[in-house]
């Protein structure tokens, strides 16, 4: 009899819980419980059915693609380059990776003397203008570019080169007849939210026009560099299939406004692609219809404000940004920011990453007076800079050079240091007068941790000039142990803020 009520309690169970998971659902006589004799258990309560979500609703919160896409396909363009001259292709330094396209050559392999790229584009003007990355017309010989018409067919026109923004890697050209097609509007790239549907619509893998659907699942992603190319990014992330080919096609809302132009993929991952910004692109326009797109320059070379250098200035949190070195005679120094000043705002807009002051400043303006708030002595002081237009001198290449000397060395900080001679000047091109020179740095400790290099130059600690390696260790020992230390030094030309909390 225990084993009878044992199974009938079983199937109580095995009747109750398909209503738990499925209220909605109704009960057909294959699934009724047997009937069960009065001796067995009483049932169990019910569970409360719950609400049933309407399988129209959810239907209606997805986005209808069909429409949109039969609208703006004929915009698009796929990108035909030729390219003159030898160019060998290379890997990828970094997970991400620029569409190339076709015809570029195998990795590790030379290619033929001319080659034919691919990449996309998307029409902005009746005229002609398109707008594509930089990367895809490079060095092109010649262009032609592919419309969809309405019956289906394809119609090419030649074009040409109209604007470049290398560092942005945006490109305008233009072709050589009306393109007959309609035109896409521009949209508003900041008032997108992570989690918004997408459209990208490209040439991946010479697939003419296709189109792919995702969300935006990230903004703001400025500290990659694709294929290791240093630049001013501000990609939009997302996850619409994006491929080689791809390349400089627009990135859609569910307006049918362009938002950005796809750039970029993970080449180690999937689902995950990059698109420039189009409030960043309608800036350059004005300049990219006359040529090239000029950068505006504040004249100064920073660095990121960790936890331990905000603290030695006396800082509560670590925003902004800290000026390392000025340039002589540039628009920050004519404006009276100093060495040492952490920029906390520039142009209304506060300073969060180290990323954030490049990118806001290359965009201002050239002639542009922007307003500026800097942390100085313990409180904030505002200043206005007038911006230049960046200036195109090339970086010289600095040696390091590798002292021998026998110095001063402090062990609770893994510091060995010595005076800064006439001789180690030479050797490390140091533009200091006075100072003392990083000899040694202890594996594993404080300073170590805290990136001092050898042949670094230490020209202040806490705020007060070194002559010697003797000023540096008085330095550090009157430095109460867990108290912050802060050290300028110069390191191959140029001059940056190191800090660490004392042991």
């Known amino acids: 009899m225990r084993r009878l009520s044992t199974f009938a309690l079983l199937l109580i169970f095995g009747c109750q819980r398909p209503q738990e998971n499925a209220p909605t659902a109704q009960k057909t006589p294959e699934a009724a419980a047997p009937s069960l004799s009065p001796a067995q258990p009483p049932s169990l309560p019910q569970a409360q059915p719950q ?15 069909a429409d949109l896409a039969e609208k703006l396909v004929p915009s698009v363009v796929s990108i035909q380059v030729e390219v003159g001259g030898r160019r060998v292709a290379q890997q990828p330094q970094d997970p991400l990776d620029f569409f190339r396209g076709f015809g ?56 040409t080169l109209v604007g470049t923004a290398p560092e942005y890697d945006v490109a305008l050209v233009k072709t050589t007849e009306p393109p007959n097609a309609p035109a896409m509007v521009l949209g508003d790239s900041e008032a997108v939210r992570i989690g918004d549907w997408v459209l990208a619509i490209g040439n991946p893998f010479g697939l003419e026009h296709s189109v792919s659907v995702g969300i935006i699942s990230a903004k703001q992603r400025r500290d990659i560099a694709p294929s290791g190319r240093a630049g001013l990014y501000d990609f939009l992330q997302t996850d619409a299939s994006i491929n080689p080919g791809n390349s400089g096609g627009p990135l859609i809302n569910m307006r049918g406004e362009v938002i950005g132009i796809n750039s970029a993929i993970n080449a180690q991952g999937q689902g995950i692609g990059f698109a420039i910004p189009i409030d960043m ?5 004005p300049q990219l219809r006359e ?24 800082m509560k949190d670590e925003h902004g940004v800290l000026v390392a070195e000025l340039v002589d005679n540039g628009p920050a120094a004519a404006a009276g920011v100093k060495q040492g000043d952490v ?15 490049p990118l806001y400043a290359s965009m201002a303006g050239v002639g542009k007076s922007v307003p500026v708030t800097v942390w100085r002595n313990g409180e904030r002081k505002a200043l206005s800079v007038k911006l230049e237009a960046f200036p195109e001198d090339a970086v010289r290449a600095k040696q390091q050079g590798k002292p021998t000397d026998e110095g001063e060395a402090d062990g609770s900080v893994g510091l060995s240091v010595v005076d800064l001679t006439s001789g180690l000047r030479d050797q490390l091109k140091a533009k200091a007068l006075e100072g003392a020179v990083v000899q040694a740095i202890a594996p594993g400790s404080v300073a170590s941790r805290a990136g001092f290099q050898q042949g670094d130059v230490i020209v202040n600690v806490q705020g007060k000039a070194i002559t010697s390696a003797r000023d540096v260790i008085a330095q550090v020992k009157s430095v109460k142990s867990g108290q912050p230390i802060r050290f300028q030094i110069e390191r191959q030309g140029v001059t940056i803020f190191v800090a660490f909390a004392k042991p």
Do not use: C, Y
């Open 51 to 65: 609400t049933p979500v309407s399988p129209l609703t959810t239907a209606q919160t997805l986005p209808q693609l």
């Open 104 to 159: 570029r050559g195998a990795p590790g392999q030379e290619p033929e003397p001319r080659g034919r790229g691919l990449g996309s584009g998307f029409l902005i003007d009746a005229s002609g203008l398109i707008l594509t990355n930089n990367h895809v017309v490079e060095d092109a010989r010649s262009i032609e570019v592919t419309f969809a018409t309405a019956d289906g067919s394809e119609r090419t026109l030649k074009a």
């Open 281 to 285: 692109v309608k800036g350059m326009l």
């Open 291 to 314: 040529g090239r797109f000029t950068r505006s320059w504040v004249g100064v070379r920073i660095q990121p404000l960790t936890r331990e250098l905000a603290e030695s200035f006396g």
């Open 343 to 357: 920029i906390l705002e520039f142009d209304g807009k506060k300073l969060v990453r180290s990323s954030d002051l």
